[in-house]
């Protein structure tokens, strides 16, 4: 019979074994990926030839492959610079008082900015940057996929700010943390699983525009990058039926193979991270993850970059500690506020005064009357989505939130709902509008919802995961029925995430409705009546004045709906409904 220490060192071994697979594996991995961004990146610096530049990509299914790889390549590095982003405007509005009252508007406008509208200002400057390279379209694209995601990351990240319980805010004035240590300490930690869940709509809307961002055009020109976006482009242009549903066929595959690889294992790491005194029984998992937490690799790369993060805090130590509010002058800081406002509405007035004469001399102002009216159609639309999102998302996002078992079954599928863009599957759409003679004024509320419903689901679903778990065992204790824990419990801890989502929804609604309201398939188009329709239209057309007040109308409208109804939400979850 084997002695007690015959099993000791027998379970040494396959501990050890086990480390050695994972280290291998990981390493492994770190060099697949190495040598495909190797690959991948050759061709971002080609010659733009602006004659023999094509103006569509080959429809052969042997490229797929190929394209879909560059286009998961500008996904990702839009989604690096929508993370550094969100960190570092999320943190100036919620901690700087006049930064505030600047950054917030602005971000309502810059969300109301279609992608087209981002593409149109910054092309020139990017082809001036890169000049004779391709370089420039895909700085373009990547950007314009950043623009994107950017908006409803940093607005989640806000909100976590702003709701951060009390009694974490006091802990790390008492123990004196500098700025820096409570930012990676404090605020990323108790903003990481909201952050991580609205990454993901973000990585699923940034899909939606792959499309409109793989074929830019300069100067009437079309220029067509290499891409499953530009692919299916193609392919609809061509009436390519079999070559579109392959194409959607490789997108459900690398959603689904990106959602095993990165969201999945991200997802499972941001339990470490929820709030309160108990975990769940029935943790979120993950292969890769597992890889990674046997790996030695993750400690070996954390220990070499200490010296770095030590050096960052010594270099950040003048900026102060958090341990006190600041103590400022009351008639200086109203006097600073003046001046500061006397600057800032001068540049302003400026600015407008240019522009509409601008607008006067090549389009007319009555213009803008036009577009409102549009624009109040566009709307309506908007909030029919809105309504109906919220009835059908808020319950089923709180039961995917609430039960990581169901969450690991649901992710893949709310994933692949979510980050399949859903444009993909216009051209098919636009056959069944013609044969059932259903109106696109109707049926573009159907196609705006593809595309900007899932941000009330995800977000949803990251607050029903950060209810700390004995609230939820407080109210099995207290024997709650089911309407007392949704008035009492879940619908209270929700209420913040609920007003992400929804002010993230309505912006990505007006977004959606440019591509929405106006839908083709080979030379047969179907329009709606509508603000999007008007700015799609004169963008095609090159009337950059219409444009302009589109883009202007369709701003003012998502500001004055945040600034009457949505901040007015925000400020109630902060001051009732925050973990305080």
């Known amino acids: 019979m084997p002695s007690p220490r015959s099993f000791t060192n027998q379970d040494v071994s396959l501990r050890t074994r086990g480390h050695i697979v994972s280290d291998v594996v990981a390493v492994v991995a770190v060099a697949v990926v190495f040598w495909l961004f190797v690959e991948l990146s050759q061709g971002l610096a080609e010659p733009l030839d602006q004659v023999s530049a094509p103006a569509e990509v080959s429809t052969d299914p042997v490229n797929l492959p190929y394209y879909a790889a560059r286009s998961l390549l500008r996904m990702f590095a839009a989604l690096a610079i929508s993370t550094l982003f969100a960190?570092?405007?999320?943190?100036?509005?919620?901690?700087?008082?006049?930064?505030?009252?600047?950054?917030?508007?602005?971000?309502?406008?810059?969300?109301?900015?279609?992608?087209?509208?981002?593409?149109?200002?910054?092309?020139?400057v990017w082809l001036l940057l890169f000049p004779g390279t391709a370089l420039g379209l895909e700085f373009a694209a990547v950007f314009a996929i950043f623009t994107s995601q950017a908006w409803n990351m940093t607005f989640s990240f806000y909100q976590s700010l702003i709701t951060q319980p009390r009694d974490l805010d006091e802990a790390a004035r008492l123990l004196r943390l500098t700025r820096w240590q409570r930012f990676w300490k404090l605020d990323v930690p108790n903003g990481t699983i909201p952050l991580v869940w609205n990454g993901m709509m973000s990585f699923g809307g940034g899909w939606f525009f792959l499309i409109a961002s793989e074929v830019v055009s300069?100067?009437?020109?079309?220029?067509?990058?290499?891409?499953?976006?530009?692919?299916?482009?193609?392919?609809?242009?061509?009436?390519?039926?079999?070559?579109?549903?392959?194409?959607?066929?490789?997108?459900?595959?690398?959603?689904?193979?990106?959602?095993?690889?990165?969201?999945?294992?991200?997802?499972?790491?941001?339990?470490?991270?929820?709030?309160?005194?108990?975990?769940?029984?029935?943790?979120?998992?993950?292969?890769?993850?597992?890889?990674?937490?046997?790996?030695?690799?993750?400690?070996?790369?954390a220990r070499g970059l200490r010296p770095l993060g030590a050096g960052l805090e010594r270099a950040t130590r003048p900026f102060g500690r958090a341990d006190r509010p600041l103590r400022v002058n009351r008639s200086r800081r109203r006097a600073g506020d003046i001046v500061f406002a006397v600057i800032v509405c001068a540049l302003i007035a400026a600015g407008l005064i240019r522009m509409l004469m601008f607008i006067g001399d090549h389009a007319g102002l009555d213009e803008f009357v036009v577009a409102a009216g549009l624009g109040v159609i566009t709307f309506a639309r908007v909030l029919v989505l809105l309504v109906i999102g919220t009835l059908i998302w808020v319950p089923i996002g709180v039961w995917i939130g609430l039960s990581p078992r169901v969450t690991r079954f649901a992710q893949p599928v709310v994933q692949v709902l979510a980050s399949f863009p859903a444009n993909f599957l216009f051209p098919f759409a636009t056959l069944v509008?013609?044969?059932?003679?259903?109106?696109?004024?109707?049926?573009?509320?159907?196609?705006?919802?593809?595309?900007?419903?899932?941000?009330?689901?995800?977000?949803?679903?990251?607050?029903?995961?950060?209810?700390?778990?004995?609230?939820?065992?407080?109210?099995?204790?207290?024997?709650?029925?089911?309407?007392?824990?949704?008035?009492?419990?879940?619908?209270?801890?929700?209420?913040?995430?609920?007003?992400?989502?929804?002010?993230?929804?309505?912006?990505?609604?007006?977004?959606?409705?440019?591509?929405?309201?106006?839908?083709?398939?080979?030379?047969?188009?179907?329009?709606?009546?509508?603000?999007?329709?008007?700015?799609?239209?004169?963008?095609?057309?090159?009337?950059?004045?219409?444009?302009?007040?589109?883009?202007?109308?369709?701003?003012?409208?998502?500001?004055?709906?945040?600034?009457?109804?949505?901040?007015?939400?925000?400020?109630?979850?902060?001051?009732r409904l925050s973990l305080s």
């Not at 405007?89 to 279609?114: F, G, M, N």
């Not at 290499?226 to 490789?250: D, Q, T």
């Not at 991200?266 to 046997?294: C, H, K």
């Not at 913040?496 to 912006?507: D, F, K, L, M, R």
């Open 87 to 124: 960190f570092v405007y999320a943190t100036a509005a919620a901690r700087l008082r006049r930064a505030e009252k600047i950054l917030l508007p602005a971000l309502d406008v810059l969300q109301s900015v279609p992608v087209l509208g981002f593409l149109s200002i910054t092309l020139p």
């Open 218 to 301: 300069v100067n009437n020109r079309a220029y067509a990058l290499p891409g499953i976006g530009s692919y299916v482009a193609a392919a609809s242009r061509n009436e390519e039926v079999g070559r579109l549903l392959l194409a959607i066929g490789v997108m459900v595959v690398m959603v689904l193979g990106v959602n095993f690889v990165f969201w999945r294992p991200l997802t499972a790491w941001a339990e470490r991270f929820r709030a309160g005194d108990t975990v769940t029984v029935d943790q979120q998992r993950s292969i890769v993850l597992d890889v990674l937490r046997r790996s030695t690799i993750p400690a070996l790369v």
């Open 433 to 575: 509008l013609i044969r059932t003679g259903v109106d696109l004024n109707v049926g573009g509320i159907f196609l705006m919802a593809l595309g900007a419903q899932w941000y009330i689901l995800f977000n949803v679903i990251a607050g029903a995961a950060a209810i700390p778990n004995d609230l939820r065992e407080a109210a099995l204790s207290l024997r709650l029925n089911r309407v007392q824990t949704w008035r009492y419990l879940y619908g209270p801890a929700i209420f913040a995430s609920w007003v992400t989502g929804g002010i993230t929804a309505a912006g990505g609604a007006w977004n959606a409705s440019i591509v929405a309201e106006v839908v083709s398939y080979g030379d047969r188009t179907l329009t709606a009546n509508g603000l999007g329709a008007y700015i799609a239209g004169s963008t095609a057309a090159g009337d950059f004045a219409k444009t302009l007040v589109g883009v202007i109308v369709m701003s003012v409208f998502v500001v004055a709906l945040n600034r009457l109804f949505w901040r007015r939400l925000y400020g109630y979850a902060e001051r």
